[in-house]
């Protein structure tokens, strides 16, 4: 069965950087694309980034590109995602989610994902 995994969340301040992990479990993490997801108080989950099973696709929304970067290590079936130049509008709870389908894309609709993790919260404020 696949898991996912979240953790690196935390409470930092704009301008500064964090590094989540999505930790895989259940099946080779290369053959899924992995996404990430936010979702805020009040707000609908927002598609993040994704890497694509193949590692050669990758999306960013246009609220984090150049500030965010998804890279995944497959010796150790993880995803991450290295977030820089944090802004408190960037403050929600981050999910990894493998879409089953997505070795050639990296797709940021929520609806192309099968499996979710529990989520991580970051938080950016002084």
């Known amino acids: 069965q696949v898991q996912l995994v979240e953790s690196g969340g935390g409470l930092v301040q704009p301008g500064g950087s964090l590094k989540l992990s999505c930790a895989y479990s259940?099946?080779?993490?290369?053959?899924?694309?992995i996404g990430w997801f936010r979702q805020a108080p009040g707000k609908e989950r927002e598609g993040v980034s994704s890497?694509?099973?193949?590692?050669?696709?990758?999306s960013y929304a246009d609220s984090v590109k150049g500030r965010f970067i998804i890279s995944r290590e497959d010796t150790k079936n993880t995803v991450y995602l290295q977030m820089s130049s944090l802004k408190p509008e960037d403050t929600a709870v981050y999910y990894c989610?493998?879409?089953?389908?997505?070795?050639?894309?990296?797709?940021?609709?929520?609806?192309?994902?099968?499996?979710w993790g529990q989520g991580t919260q970051v938080t950016v404020s002084s």
């Open positions: 890497i694509s099973g193949s590692g050669a696709s990758t």
């Open positions: 989610a493998a879409d089953l389908r997505g070795y050639y894309r990296s797709s940021l609709s929520h609806r192309d994902y099968d499996y």
């Open positions: 259940g099946l080779p993490l290369d053959y899924y694309a």
